[in-house]
């Protein structure tokens, strides 16, 4: 399956509140992305992390990556309503050598104003 | 950030036509551009890599002679959905990778999506 596995499938939180996705995926990974969709529109790439690194920070976005577990999160702080989206973890594979970007199942978070 | 643009953004054909989609890089060149399909709530499935100047490599299970891809320079890709019939219809997006830009080859830039309903 070209699909990792996230959880929560779908998340409700109240304007202010932190949101926190998981993904898993299957096999060595040369970095892992995430990325946010807005209903019925294109991706926009949020922070990639490599897999020579644990955590990685950019504005109210904070990744972390345990290859141990072939596992990482995505937690956004201090969520705003303008954060209500679908959200993708995707792999880039050491096998594919062209990098080809492999998406999890997804999140939808939906903050409450 | 690089810019992809994709046309048209919807489209609406009857069974057994064929429908071509273009997605192209703005502001950069892209040696390499994707195709993914996404079924409503749905993850993105990568279709099919496309190499400017040469052939597409398929994912598996994807028919090559049903979605004909054609990546003739480094600005532009066409994906075409020949007879199209209404299991065809889904969300497709296409993205490009920058080689030169500050995103490197890691980062692909996505397009907004075509969205295809075949009645």
């Known amino acids: 399956s070209q699909q990792g596995e996230e959880d929560p499938q779908a998340l409700s939180i109240q304007e202010g509140e932190n949101a926190t996705m998981n993904c898993s995926y299957k096999t060595s990974i040369n970095n892992l992305q995430w990325y946010r969709q807005n209903s019925g529109r294109g991706l926009v790439h949020l922070i990639l992390i490599r897999s020579n690194e644990r955590e990685k920070h950019s504005g109210r976005l904070r990744v972390t990556l345990d290859t141990s577990k072939k596992s990482s999160s995505l937690l956004i702080t201090a969520s705003r309503a303008a954060d209500t989206a679908s959200y993708f973890c995707?792999?880039?594979?050491?096998?594919?050598?062209?990098?080809?970007?492999?998406f999890g199942t997804g999140t939808r978070l939906t903050v409450i104003p | 950030g690089a810019v992809v643009s994709q046309h048209p953004s919807w489209v609406i054909c009857k069974s057994g036509t064929s429908v071509k989609i273009e997605c192209r890089s703005l502001?950069?060149?892209?040696?390499?551009m994707f195709w993914y399909r996404q079924f409503p709530k749905q993850s993105l499935m990568l279709m099919a890599t496309s190499n400017e100047g040469s052939k597409a490599t398929y994912e598996q299970g994807v028919e090559k002679d049903k979605f004909l891809i054609n990546h003739a320079s480094l600005t532009l890709s066409t994906l075409t959905v020949t007879s199209a019939h209404p299991e065809d219809s889904s969300f497709y997006i296409c993205?490009?990778?920058?080689?030169?830009?500050?995103?490197?080859?890691?980062?692909?830039?996505f397009g907004p999506g075509t969205r295809l309903l075949v009645l």
């Open positions: 995707a792999t880039a594979r050491i096998e594919t050598g062209a990098n080809n970007l492999f």
């Open positions: 502001d950069f060149q892209a040696t390499t």
């Open positions: 993205s490009a990778r920058d080689f030169v830009g500050t995103g490197g080859r890691e980062t692909q830039y």
